[in-house]
């Protein structure tokens, strides 16, 4: 029991904090979301009800598809891009898919292999791309949840403003929803770029997402 | 980082999410006829000249607005004075979460849900071009 916790505790730390931060956002959300009821003299609502409300949809889902996006892109963009330096970069003389050789895939398998890269066919392109298609199906339907969840919460509020509703295909066409995205994509962008420029100069004592304390700042693709 | 109500989220049933997000929208069409017929009942109400009836129906916010707005004090009196013709048919019932907009052949309605009911908060109400609030008879901006 000890070492299960102790062997995954980065997946059950992270796991636990964002239960507790999408408790707590729903806890003020629903606080949030009253006030402004009361505010327009409309009836407040319960926790249940605003947990399956369009306004808490939206908010956790414009967040969710921009974390995975942001994943999507460092995955597919760190194949082909290189940053001499970075820790988050591969070697300055390999960007590309790689050889089978490289990547242990068919003849190259060892017994430990996943059976899917031992074989051969759509398999195995299949499995050699699996982490980016999840991470893209995710950032898609998340992306998806935020345009259908946004129409209505956008709707409720042009309607409290005696304001004439919009189509799905407005909405998507609308300042709102693209200022909603932009305003997340901005800032998961900042923090990839940092990461990737400040993790040359600057180090962390036992991170693997840091060089190694003492590494030469040109020191490419090595991690602590 | 995030101007709106913002949180970070990995690892969570998508799916569940998506469904619930249609059945905001879609899951609507059953309880809009619900905001439907008050706006009906409102109109029957005002033409069969019962305005206590018909003030009953009103949001209680926009009724007391509009009994401040009457000479008399009463909101039966300014729905009295109003000017309401045959709403016509109705059209269209669109309903999002707590709110509903419906539209007669020459009427648009606004309502909310509460929990006696729907209840109106706009009637008579004009469109003003695309982006403008709409012009109402009783409550409105």
Redesign the interface.
């Known amino acids: 029991m000890k070492k299960a916790l102790r062997n995954n505790g980065l997946s059950l730390f ?2 636990l904090i ?1 239960l507790l ?2 408790l ?2 729903a806890l ?2 629903h606080a ?1 979301f009253n006030e402004e009821q009361v505010a ?4 407040e ?1 319960n926790f249940a009800q605003y947990l ?4 808490f ?8 598809q921009s ?1 995975y996006l942001q994943f999507l892109l460092y995955i597919f963009a760190t194949i082909w891009l290189v940053q001499k330096g970075s820790p988050e970069s591969k070697e300055l003389n390999a960007p590309g898919p790689e050889s089978d050789k490289d990547q242990l895939v068919g003849e190259y398998s060892n017994a430990k292999s996943p059976k899917w890269a031992r074989v051969s066919g759509w398999r195995r392109t299949l499995y050699s791309n699996s982490l980016g298609l999840t991470m893209g199906l ?1 950032f898609v ?2 992306w ?2 935020q345009s ?2 946004g ?3 956008y ?2 509020e ?8 919009v189509s ?1 295909a407005e909405y998507i066409a609308s300042p709102e929803f693209w200022n ?1 995205t932009l ?2 994509w901005q ?1 998961e962008f900042l923090a990839v770029g940092s990461m990737v420029v400040l993790s040359i100069y600057l180090r962390q004592r036992g991170s693997p997402e840091s060089k190694p304390v003492g590494s030469a700042h040109d020191d490419t693709g090595t991690t602590g | 980082m995030k101007t709106r109500r913002a949180a970070r989220g990995l690892r969570f049933g998508l799916l569940p999410l998506l469904a619930l997000s249609g059945g905001v929208l879609s899951g609507c069409a059953a309880e809009g006829t619900e905001a439907a017929e008050a706006a009906e009942a409102f109109h029957r109400d005002v033409a069969g000249s019962d305005m206590t009836a018909a003030c009953s129906l009103l949001q209680s916010k926009t009724r007391e607005e509009t009994a401040r707005s009457s000479d008399a004090g009463t909101c039966e009196s300014q729905l009295e004075k109003a000017q309401f013709g045959d709403p016509g048919k109705l059209l269209s019932t669109e309903q999002f979460g707590r709110d509903a907009f419906i539209e007669f052949e020459n009427d648009t309605v606004f309502l909310a849900a509460s929990d006696a009911g729907w209840r109106i908060t706009g009637a008579g109400c004009t469109a003003n071009g695309e982006e403008a609030p709409y012009t109402c008879e009783v409550g409105g901006t």
């Open positions: 992270f796991g964002f931060a999408l707590g956002q003020t959300g949030l327009s003299g409309l009836e609502i399956v409300s369009s306004n949809a939206v908010d956790v889902s414009e967040n969710w974390e995710i339907l998340s998806l949840v259908i969840a129409t209505s919460n709707n409720q042009q309607i409290q403003n005696f304001q004439q509703p799905w909603r305003q997340n800032s």
